[in-house]
């Protein structure tokens, strides 16, 4: 008797989420922020000594990405940062940040997923609370994630 | 010629934000905190554990405080997590967290003094930006720090 795989199981299959590797920054990594904001070109190695900085924080802060298999590109970003706190007797907050889908890719949920992804980290780190920031467009997609609004964001921008 | 210090000069002594030490347990920080939102005593052992890991991340993740020199207490707090990121070539940016000035000290701007602090503490760490979350009732305040409105905060609260 053979057992074969549900399409369901060879789609989770083929969009695993998994933590960034040094290697994806030639799989179309930086391309990808590209769509988000502001990111020019990065060097080897800016990017490797990033890479190594971020690391060092091991699952205190973690970048994840899903590569499209057939294609070898990145395809999905988000990161999540644990911050460790006094309040909340001594609790723990994820920041999660940075999160983009490629705009080529449509109907696949890796939004979802990947935030998923990265709650479940913070869930398994111990944090009480995951919290983001958004532009209105994006808050319908999060209310569908489990996030509800909470407070406005303040920004203070450094030398412009 | 005497040299006397004026009353601003003085003021400015008296208040000054410096770093959390592991004896400010004993001088009010967990009962200022309080003044923020749920923070349930902390045991000896767990403020240390606490503190030691946040010190592990040296001016990355920066806990500060205000003491009142006179009473020894801890009248204002407020933190700034530095997060490492890929965008913005390489950039960074900082998160202000738990400000809270003792409800008791008015009309000294310890929480103007304590944002200037930690904004200069990022700016110094090569952060582009500085973000913090609030009510609609702080906005002014952070709007005379040099913040302006920018996205919507969302929160996923766990197991409640």
């Known amino acids: 008797m ?20 040094i290697s994806d920054k030639r799989k179309g990594f930086v391309e990808l922020l ?35 298999r057939d294609s070898g590109r990145i395809i999905a970003t988000g990161s999540v940062l644990i911050e460790k706190k006094f309040i909340r007797n001594c609790g723990k907050v994820g920041h999660i940040e940075d999160v983009v889908v490629d705009s080529n890719i449509r109907g696949k949920h890796l939004g979802r997923k990947m935030i998923g992804f990265l709650c479940d980290h913070a869930r398994a780190m111990g944090c009480y609370k995951v919290i983001l920031d958004c532009s209105s467009d994006n808050v319908a997609f999060y209310e569908r994630c489990g996030f509800k609004r909470k407070e406005i964001q303040m920004v203070n921008y450094f030398g412009s």
Do not use: M, N, P
């Open 2 to 21: 053979e057992t074969t795989k549900s399409s369901t199981e060879e789609e989770a299959f083929e969009f695993e989420v998994r933590k960034l590797e």
């Open 34 to 68: 590209q769509q988000l904001t502001v990111c020019d070109s990065i060097s080897d190695e800016a990017f490797d000594r990033r890479f190594e900085e971020v690391a060092e924080y091991g699952d205190d802060h973690l970048i994840c990405v899903v590569e499209d």
